[in-house]
């Protein structure tokens, strides 16, 4: 035998050594899956488990026929959704190394590994991946050509990720830098609030910056890491930007609809944002909820939805909606989020992405001799509505430019958006110019809430009491559910004493007032140190202008009790 034959030989002996291992690294890799995710919580101990044992029952002897039922029924939706979930995961790591195995047959007929290697980096290899002998599979590039022409691929352009996954619940929230106001920041306190901690560790959040500007990018993405810090050093948010490359020439595409340009462009945008956005986060975990980044969630919200899928009599459902407007509180099984992203690609060009996901409902389930009423009944079996609605949409001004909704969810129920309180007798003065009826004596008295225009340097809001009292503590709430950004910035809370006390632990102000708390974060709470004797009044004085209006949806005064 030849050197050459020899050579050619042991090069075919390597590559089969590499797909031997390969292999038995996805045989371990399901074995873990089989001997973990997959097991019953009835037989688990763990307490991660977002359908967990102690949301249904354990096993135990005072349990009646029917509850015994219901808890087997139970763990097997769960069993049954995490076995489809790992077959899922199976049947991606499978073309994987199909793929890799066309590219090493085609590498030692070319004679090379290297130049395997060279002609994996480039456009003519990407598209061959897909081809079987002749025949070519459908793959992106089928919708999106430009992609061969792009050597850095498609991998994010920023992230940060500590790599969370097998969860239960995957939270989608794409954003983009809005010119107006932004909603991002409280749309996600809201999203952690409404969860308990058990929850948040079998949850994994997806804050997608759908920026091609990566300095953008990174400019939101630090804000993000001030505000979140330990839910992303904890795993609980990802952060994600996907690359420039990743969108075509919007200028080179054929409008649509009778659009404007700039309307084309930002929809045609969106269904990629989506797409792009669903492939990331197809394999993290077993359930995808997607939501928008200018809503407010309810508090118990992921187990309303947890309950809700165990509630459901088949496993057919396509998707549970928990809000019905727009996309946002719309679940899907992870299994499933391939077909709706390839579906979105390749009709991203020609309608709105509430209109794609509809019509693809109506592409798999509806029947050209059948009426729109049969239509509807096919649709309603697996697009399945939860009422009332788990989420409100509160943003007013959109991600494109100039459009202003008002778009309200009339299932969401009324949000609570003042809390009253039985305050001390006072005479109330402001500076700040009133909107509508909300004014500060309604507040004050707890029968509404008090919102006012752009608050400036030296405005202020005063308590006078009548007669003078004891002040113990205090607590102002900024902003509310609806408009969370309209808050007090750069604020104090200050005391007017009967009688200036000889030594005080508050700094002083030029009119005689002791500054005995600020605003953070919209909300102001404190006591006032009994030295200062009796308090003639209290006010909030506000130091530099703001670039939002302000509301006060909660005052409570609390005055010290007779000794």
Known sequence: MGFFARKRVLKRIVLVIVLSVLVLHLSMFWLTISHSDLVPNAVRTSESAWLSNDKIGNYSANLTDYSRKVELEHNVVQLREKLQYAE????????????????????????????????????????????????MLPNIYNHLPHLLQIEEGINPAYSVSKGRTGVSLVIGIPTIPRQVKSYLVETTKSVLNGMSDAEKKTTLIIIFIAELNLEVVQKQAVELEIQFQFEIVSGLIEIVAPPASFYPDFSTLKETLGDPSDRFRWRTKQNLDFSYLMMYAQSRGTYYLQIEDDIVAKAGFVNTISNFILSQASSDWFMLEFCQLGFIGKLFKSRDLALVSEFFLMFHM??????????????????????????????????????????QHVGVHSSLKGKVQRLKDKDFGKMKLHKGHSNPPATITTSLKIYKQYTIEKAYAGISLFWALLPQAGDYVRFDFVPPIGVEKFYFTSGNAEHAMDIFINTTVEALPVKPPNKAPYAPTNDGFFVVGNFTKGVADGTVAESLGKIAALRLFVHSESQSWTILSEIHIDARKAS
């Open 350 to 391: 020609d309608k709105p992405v509430d209109w794609l996901l509809d019509h693809l409902f109506y592409v798999r389930l509806c029947l050209p001799d059948k009426d729109m009423t049969h239509c509807a009944r096919m649709k309603a079996k697996q697009r399945i509505r939860y009422k009332p609605s788990l989420f």
């Open 88 to 135: 899922t995961l199976q049947r991606q790591r499978q073309k994987e190394v199909l793929r890799l195995q066309q590219q090493i047959v085609k590498a030692s007929r070319n004679g090379s590994v290297e130049h395997a290697a060279a002609d994996n980096s480039s456009s003519g290899a990407a598209a061959d991946m897909n081809a079987i002998g002749n025949l």
